[in-house]
């Protein structure tokens, strides 16, 4: 992924803008919500990595973070809950509705950009395995994007360029489901006309391909699709 963007979802505003500041600093695009509805009618498809409070005004951070793992396009994108819920109990609740990490208040800004630079490499496919940023992985399926190869258990396997394209796409977005339209837009940004069923004749073709991995290229009715791993 060229850029991380991240969601701070933060009811402290000065709290707030000292996590945006610092992310930012560490590169990342950032954006801010100062309670979970503010952030709940934004298009939190669009980011990959949320940080969020709990004790916030009305609904705190566990019923949004419920409601978006209830929901197919939001359910694969991290979240790391910041709080001063401290306890056990907490932390564990935390988890169980599919946190990534738990922070307890107070932190070091410090420890939080540890924290999410961390859950970045875990959650997302890494480009820099073996210290080359060409390199795109998920187990024995790999991706050089210098010699635009793809591999499978260390046989090539030969792609078309879009094939590639969208493979790259969906393998640095995993647990991410992309609409039709969302696949055209980056896949096919300079054609004129292309049909929805392009999308899903190029789905078939590199699930067939890739073996195994194809299991994975997993298929939303009525959303899109996604890497699940």
Same mark, same amino acid.
């Given at each position: 992924?060229?850029e ?11 709290l ?7 992310l ?7 954006d ?8 709940l ?14 004790m ?6 566990? $019923?949004?973070?419920r409601i ?7 359910a694969?994108?991290? !979240? ?6 401290d306890s ?9 509705i599919?946190?990534?990490d738990?922070?307890s208040k107070?932190y070091s ?7 999410v $630079?961390?859950v970045?490499k875990?959650?997302?496919?890494s ?11 998920y ?14 258990d260390?046989?090539? !396997?030969?792609?078309? $360029? ?12 995993r ?6 339209s ?5 896949v096919?940004?300079s054609?004129?006309?292309v049909v929805?069923r !392009?999308?899903?004749?190029?789905i078939t ?5 890739v073996?195994r991995?194809?299991n994975?290229i997993?298929?939303? !009715?009525?959303?899109?699709y996604?890497? $699940?791993?």
């Amino acid at each position: 992924m060229d850029e991380y963007r991240i969601l701070v979802v933060e009811d402290e505003e000065t709290l707030c803008e000292a996590l945006q500041l610092n992310l930012e600093l560490e590169g990342y695009a950032v954006d801010v919500a100062n309670s979970a509805e503010e952030a709940l009618g934004m298009d939190i498809t669009r980011y990959s990595l949320i940080l969020l409070d709990v004790m916030m005004g009305e609904m705190n951070g566990f $019923k949004m973070a419920r409601i978006l793992k209830g929901r197919p396009e939001t359910a694969g994108i991290p !979240v790391i809950f910041c709080t001063a819920r401290d306890s056990e109990d907490d932390m564990v609740a935390g988890f169980n509705i599919g946190a990534d990490d738990y922070i307890s208040k107070p932190y070091s800004i410090r420890n939080v950009l540890v924290r999410v $630079k961390a859950v970045l490499k875990r959650v997302y496919c890494s480009a820099d395995k073996g210290n080359d940023k060409n390199l795109m992985a998920y187990e024995g399926l790999s991706l050089d994007l210098s010699l635009k190869r793809c591999t499978v258990d260390g046989n090539e !396997v030969r792609l078309t $360029k879009k094939e590639f394209e969208l493979l790259c796409m969906l393998l640095t977005n995993r647990g991410r489901i992309f609409s039709r339209s969302e696949i055209l837009s980056k896949v096919w940004p300079s054609e004129v006309v292309v049909v929805d069923r !392009v999308v899903d004749v190029n789905i078939t073709r590199l699930r067939s391909k890739v073996g195994r991995y194809g299991n994975h290229i997993v298929t939303r !009715v009525g959303y899109g699709y996604g890497f $699940k791993g």
